[in-house]
């Protein structure tokens, strides 16, 4: 009976190392196998035709007739400060695709003697040819920006800014500062 259990014990080993075997073997065949389909399936073809990219200009240019100057004014009501002229100025499109372009408002350059107005006491409409595109306060217009348009090659736009101290919110806090911003026009190529 022992040397039964003995021969039974033998043959669970070597039973045990051939499940092993076999398990390595099959795990191999499965290596082997993904690999090969993966590689099948990672096939690179290229053309023996060109590709040809046409690459526009981009030319944006901004004109201007006035300069925008509020100096040794005094707050006034909007429909007056509408009357008077205000900042004129042209966005050009002289490149060859069509392009976005951004107006907005920037801060000017100070010198030591000046101290700066607060934003919200100055308030602006830009006109675009006739039409209003933006009419309030400068401190509501986020990050300076009044006005965003798309613009074909070859083509123009005309504007005119006009900013004035508005009365209505004017106070002593306001007084003796200076306001000064530069017109900033940023152009993109317009996404197809």
Do not use: H
Not at 91 to 96: E, F, L, R, S, Y
Not at 114 to 143: H, I, M, P, R, W
Not at 146 to 159: I, P, Q, R
Not at 178 to 187: D, E, L, Y
Request: overall charge negative; aromatic content about 8%; glycine content about 6%.
């Amino acid at each position: 009976m022992m040397k039964e259990n003995k021969n039974n014990e033998k043959n669970k080993i070597n039973i045990s190392r051939e499940a092993k075997v076999m398990v390595l073997v099959l795990a191999l065949i499965m290596v082997v196998f993904v690999g090969s389909s993966f590689a099948w399936y990672n096939v690179t073809a290229s053309s023996n035709n060109s590709v040809t990219l046409d690459v526009g200009s981009l030319d944006v240019t901004v004109d201007s007739t006035s300069d925008l100057s509020l100096s040794d004014v005094l707050p006034e009501s909007k429909e007056d400060a509408l009357k008077a002229d205000g900042f004129k100025f042209t966005v050009n499109n002289k490149g060859t695709i069509p392009v976005n372009y951004t107006v907005s408002l920037k801060d000017g350059t100070y010198d030591s003697t000046e101290t700066k107005l607060d934003d919200k006491y100055a308030a602006c409409v830009l006109y675009k040819g006739t039409e209003s595109v933006q009419d309030g306060y400068v401190s509501n217009f986020t990050n300076g920006v009044m006005y965003n348009t798309d613009l074909a090659e070859g083509k123009s736009d005309t504007y005119e800014l006009k900013c004035y101290l508005d009365e209505s919110v004017f106070d002593s806090n306001a007084a003796g500062k200076t306001f000064k911003k530069v017109v900033n026009v940023k152009a993109v190529q317009k996404d197809s």
